[in-house]
């Protein structure tokens, strides 16, 4: 089932900034029809449920949380898209790829071999890259517009708030969000070219406010190691050892 309010905030989603439900359809439907073995759920909600799971987006203070991540080897790492390339760089393995797959693709690739799972996201203006999706062992697909057949909506835009939909949906105890900056300065991790920083700063105003509008009525427990998110409680990496218990 779609998150209650769901449509209204992808109906917001599409005006500004002027997607067309129709491209976002088709290309959910290309995505179903190249996974040809999505995994089932239950994998995934066996690595989320009633867990402490850290969310990791590629803002910038990633480079000041990849040292403190390396202690936490057995904790679940939800990974958002361009902040795979530095954490493997790193030997921080992703336990879950949450993509729309403009992230750097030879990591994307060589994480896909292993027993990561990924979240690929099909949307009206990705369906160059989907195909992609064909190199990963374990992959589930997601749309903005309704579920059907292998394709699922759990909530979300970008790929750093759809990981917390997503560990949201599979009722994960505490999400911990690293490298969720928001804010005005796009992490030098991020894989944005110059001519779409405005628009992705754009979308990040808009996953800010998903995620204050998803804390609402959250049951996971919140926290935010990046900057300030209201309804998420700021903590420092010396508070993790505590929180994560
Ligand atoms: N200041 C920031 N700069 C970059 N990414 C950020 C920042 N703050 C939060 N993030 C999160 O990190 C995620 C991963 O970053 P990345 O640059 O890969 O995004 P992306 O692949 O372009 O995202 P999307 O495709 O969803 O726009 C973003 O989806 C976003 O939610
Ligand atoms: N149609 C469309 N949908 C999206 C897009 C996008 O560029 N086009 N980008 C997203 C996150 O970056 C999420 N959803
Ligand atoms: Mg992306």
């Not at 599409?14 to 994998?43: G, M, P, T, V, W």
């Not at 369906?127 to 759990?154: D, H, R, V, W």
């Not at 911990?176 to 894989?191: C, W």
């Not at 779409?196 to 754009?202: G, V, W």
Request: aromatic fraction near 8%; proline fraction near 2%.
């Amino acid at each position: 089932m779609v998150i209650a309010g769901w449509n209204k905030k992808y109906a917001m989603i599409r005006k500004e900034f002027k997607y067309s439900k129709e491209q976002d359809k088709e290309s959910a439907i290309i995505l179903d029809s190249i996974l040809r073995k999505n995994i089932s759920n239950k994998k995934i909600r066996d690595e989320i449920s009633g867990k402490t799971v850290f969310v990791i987006g590629a803002g910038p203070s990633l480079s000041l949380a990849i040292p403190k991540l390396k202690k936490f080897k057995k904790v679940v790492k939800i990974v958002a898209d361009s902040a795979v390339k530095p954490l493997i760089e790193n030997g921080i393995k992703p336990n879950i790829v949450v993509t729309d797959l403009d992230g750097d693709e030879h990591s994307l690739k060589k994480i896909g071999k292993t027993d990561s799972i990924f979240v690929v996201h099909a949307h009206g203006d990705n369906i160059s890259k989907l195909q992609l999706a064909e190199n990963f062992k374990n992959c589930i697909g997601t749309t903005q517009t309704n579920p059907f057949k292998k394709i699922q909506n759990f909530g979300g835009f970008t790929d750093g708030d759809r990981s917390v939909f997503l560990a949201n949906h599979f009722e994960a105890k505490k999400i911990i969000l690293f490298g969720m900056d928001f804010g005005k300065r796009i992490g030098k991790y991020s894989q944005t070219k110059a001519s779409e920083r405005q628009i992705k700063l754009k979308k990040l105003k808009r996953a800010k406010l998903l995620l204050e509008w998803l804390s609402e009525n959250s049951r996971s427990q919140l926290f935010t190691t990046s900057s300030q998110i209201n309804g998420f409680e700021k903590i420092s990496y010396n508070e993790l050892d505590i929180i994560i218990t």
